[in-house]
């Protein structure tokens, strides 16, 4: 018999269910955001190119601040930035890259040759 999911699984034998034996198994691709082989292909580039460049100077960490007037801006009347993530995500971005362009462009810690970032969401 085939079920289209957990609850006609459950409703059909609850006494005999072993979960063990329903879903199938499924391994997600390097190219899935977020997914361990995407995790596990980004440390691996990230640590050969510190392994030709020899060096790794700085390690800059930016966060999101919820109250940033962009944000706020664009929040309807009674809105928060938690009701919004999109548009949380969306500033970040815009900020992350104006600040690895004035880092290039200005120069304020040197030549850059190169440089490696990570997300990392916190819920």
């Not at 879903?23 to 691709?29: A, C, K, M, T």
């Not at 190119?49 to 060096?55: D, L, S």
């Not at 004035?102 to 990392?120: L, M």
Request: with cysteine.
């Amino acid at each position: 018999m085939r079920f289209n999911n957990l609850e006609d699984a459950a409703a059909y034998d609850d006494v005999n269910l072993d979960l063990n034996e329903l879903g199938q198994h499924v391994i997600l691709p390097s190219s899935y955001i977020g997914g361990p082989h995407n995790l596990g292909q980004g440390f691996q580039d990230s640590m050969a190119i510190a392994c030709y460049f020899r060096k790794v100077d700085i390690f800059l960490t930016m966060t999101t601040n919820p109250c940033w007037p962009e944000i706020e801006w664009e929040l309807l009347p009674g809105q928060t930035a938690y009701d919004c993530p999109d548009l949380v995500a969306h500033v970040f971005q815009m900020k992350r890259k104006a600040v690895i362009k004035y880092i290039y462009k200005h120069s304020i810690f040197g030549k850059a040759v190169t440089y490696v970032y990570t997300i990392e969401f916190q819920k």
